[in-house]
């Protein structure tokens, strides 16, 4: 088991590099393990982004904290999933003591690229070194004139490029118009989402979107990868354990690209396995028609997952929150197509995307019928649906936090814990 200092035992931590292969070891010591410990529920818990394994740990270490008290007789097993994504800087989680990085990128604010995020660039795109200075360069210059601009969105678009091929939430989501379209248009639009600015006022300058484009194209990245390590590598671990361990019952929980990643684990699940008996996720970060089986624009379309959440014995439970800047602006912005040709700037512009490109994290499951909305205090009052999605609106605790994410990333309540414990009946 890892790291002495977990608040809750026992607790393992399982890595998966980019393309879902898993950390062998790891893998082989949980599966011994976790029967030898008496586990009959373990809670799987695959974080969002984030720059390094001590800020995941973190983040296990205080949500896991108060469940041993709030189920004192239940013989829990706990599992950190360590992936490779990545946070800019200038995003603080609520309550997290700021990193070194981080206080960099305060002491420098606006639209420049800190060295911490500078070097949390390099890590998730290694052998981009040349492209990631040129790129800051340029942010840093912000010289005048349509060619600067070009360049820019030229060099993002190249870290966008698509690695193996990937699924995408729905159809339309192949490709966002935000890294194809005009570079100029993308940044004015962005740049007028993070000042507040009304649909009918000018747009600011395009650079000062720059850096919130180059933001969304790490994101998009990230996206895809999670998907990636949910398939190829939680979904098949699932059926190891399952195999090795038929009495345990598994408990996914997701933050943020970490929602996106343990929501495709069912996609990777070996035919006939039972085992997962509740899914959760916390601020979702993919979109709110993934798991719908006709899309409400485009009927003969479905969501990736379809009715993916039939392989959960148990409920999908989605906490959302309209105070997620991250998913409630940004997201609709980066992921509307080329066939939405609509440039209105600002705030205004992402709310009328938000219910075609919406996020899980920002309103709900979407378009699944029979869906139960909540609450949450109607949710922590119980008992939760036995089966199907259950949107539970986290607003009541999920709600501080500063520009762009808002909320993102306010996460650690004892009641988001308890939710965990409800979907789950681990009483």
């Known amino acids: 088991m890892a790291d002495p200092g977990m608040s809750v035992t026992p607790y393992w931590e399982l890595t998966f590099d980019a393309d879902g292969d898993v950390d062998g070891p790891e893998r082989d010591r949980l599966l011994a393990q976790v029967t030898e410990h008496g586990v009959r529920d373990l809670i799987v818990f695959a974080h969002g982004w984030n720059n390094d394994r001590s800020i995941a740990t973190a983040l296990y270490r205080r949500f896991f904290a108060p469940m041993p008290g709030l189920a004192p007789r239940a013989r829990i097993g706990y599992v950190g999933v360590i992936w490779p994504s990545m946070r800019f800087c200038d995003e603080p989680i609520p309550d997290f003591p700021r990193s070194a990085a981080a206080a960099e990128a305060v002491a420098a604010p606006g639209p420049a ?34 060619e600067g601009l070009a360049e820019f969105g030229r060099l993002v678009r190249l870290l966008a490029e698509p690695g193996p091929p990937a699924v995408a939430d729905t159809p339309e989501e192949e490709g966002p118009l935000v890294f194809r379209c005009d570079t100029a248009t993308a940044c004015a639009e962005l740049a007028g989402a993070l000042a507040g600015a009304p649909a009918d006022f000018s747009l600011p300058n395009p650079w000062d979107g720059a850096k919130e484009l180059l933001r969304q194209a790490t994101y998009y990245t990230m996206k895809r990868r999670a998907g990636t390590v949910g398939e190829h590598g939680l979904g098949p671990f699932v059926g190891q354990l399952a195999a090795r361990a038929p009495a345990v019952r598994v408990h996914l929980v997701g933050h943020s690209f970490g929602g996106r990643l343990v929501a495709f684990a069912l996609r990777g699940l070996p035919g006939g396995v039972r085992a997962v008996k509740s899914v959760t996720l916390l601020q979702g970060a993919f979109s709110h028609y993934a798991f719908a089986a006709r899309l409400p624009h485009d009927p003969d379309a479905a969501g990736a997952l379809g009715d993916r959440f039939r392989r959960i014995d148990g409920p999908l439970v989605c906490c959302y929150s309209h105070f997620d800047g991250a998913l409630g602006t ?60 259950v949107n539970v609106d986290a607003a009541a605790v999920v709600r501080r936090g500063g520009p762009p994410a808002g909320a993102h990333s306010d996460i650690v309540h004892p009641e988001l814990a308890r939710v965990v414990l409800a979907a789950g009946r681990i009483a």
Do not use: K, N
Not at 123 to 138: N, V
């Open 330 to 389: 940004f997201y609709p912005l980066a992921s509307r197509c080329s066939d939405d040709d609509r440039s209105i700037g600002g705030l205004s512009l992402g709310r009328m995307l938000g219910d075609r490109w919406g996020a899980m994290g920002h309103d709900g499951v979407q378009a699944v019928p029979d869906t139960a909305r909540l609450d949450l205090a109607a949710a922590l009052r119980g008992p939760l649906p036995a089966s199907g999605c």
């Open 113 to 146: 690229l800190d060295e911490g995020t500078r070097r949390a660039l390099s890590a998730a795109f290694p052998g981009r070194a040349a492209e990631l200075d040129r790129l800051a360069g340029l942010l840093a210059e912000r010289p005048a004139g349509d």
